[in-house]
DNA sequence: AGTACCACCTGACGGC
DNA sequence: TGCCGTCAGGTGGTAC
């Protein structure tokens, strides 16, 4: 599930209904979800602290701790955050939970365990330190221009490349080379300007607008290639069938019609 | 440098 | 119904 407009969506969730309220406790079940920090310091970061502003930059979301530190959140494959009552069930597969003094609480949950949390001190010292490039909604016309000139890769793993770019993965470039059509396996410094223009243009857009409808698939167009990924799936232009392929162990979807292996 | 493949985990789904 | 293989929106390490 999460990729930049799943995270962002995390983020207002804890922007709307996780600041400004001290933390009575810090549930941590599994420190398998702690990542270079024990549960000592983890808890202790945060107990009878305020959270007091959210940021994120790529798939991973901060939140400010009062009095200095941020904690750190990324959700893997499954995670997502819940902000509940504390009164009613958890959820399996919680793997953090912040106890507010309320009885509102914010769960962080994730089946897969393949996300992580932590609390460091300064946010670009954890952007340095995890290596991500910028993010990509604030990535110029300029920016993208060098990234893919500077690739030697296919644009589609140029595009997931969190250290060139931060933010998108495996479902939203495909997305985006559907909307900017062009082919997935296409050499990222090979691409004209005009090509250049239509993916930087479309990134903005299908992020977004998948901000905006909650990353909830169900709510994004149908039109967009998301919600036909399937081999031999009608292509949502209707040029002919969707087309499947792996990509270093990925399943990658395209239209070979609306998406050509060459400009020419 | 780029790509393939495995590992980390768990759950859902289709075939038998 | 139960078992089994396969796949899943992420990342990191290793081997070509």
């Not at 509940?84 to 309320?102: E, F, K, N, Q």
């Not at 365990?113 to 490039?133: F, M, N, Q």
Request: charged fraction near 30%.
């Amino acid at each position: 599930m999460p990729e930049l407009p799943d995270v962002e969506v995390f983020r207002r969730r804890l922007a709307h209904s996780g600041l400004h309220k001290s933390i009575a406790r810090v549930e941590v079940p599994d420190t398998t979800v702690l990542h270079g920090i024990s549960r000592q310091r983890f808890s202790g970061a945060l107990r009878s602290r305020q959270l007091t502003a959210t940021g994120r930059h790529g798939k991973y979301l901060y939140a400010a701790i009062e009095g200095g530190g941020y904690l750190v959140l990324h959700f893997g494959m499954t995670g997502y955050l819940d902000p509940r009552d504390r009164t009613s069930p958890r959820v399996s597969h919680t793997r953090l939970a912040l106890d507010y003094g309320d009885g509102s609480q914010m769960a962080y949950v994730d089946s897969r365990r393949l996300g992580k949390a932590t609390v460091v001190d300064r946010l670009d010292d954890h952007v340095a330190d995890e290596d991500l490039g910028p993010d990509a909604l604030e990535l110029s016309h300029a920016d993208l221009r060098d990234v893919l000139r500077e690739s030697r890769g296919t644009v589609k793993a140029t595009l997931m490349d969190q250290s060139r770019m931060a933010g998108i993965g495996n479902i939203y470039s495909d997305e985006i080379l559907f909307q900017a059509r062009i082919g997935p396996k296409r050499k990222a410094a090979a691409l004209d300007d005009t090509e250049v223009h239509r993916l930087h243009r479309q990134t903005r857009r299908v992020l977004g607008l998948a901000i905006d409808r909650k990353a909830d698939p169900e709510r994004l167009p149908d039109g967009w290639l998301l919600r036909h990924r399937e081999d031999g799936a009608e292509c949502p232009r209707g040029n002919g069938t969707v087309a499947y392929f792996k990509a270093s162990g990925r399943g990658a979807y395209y239209c070979p019609t609306c998406q050509p292996a060459s400009n020419g």
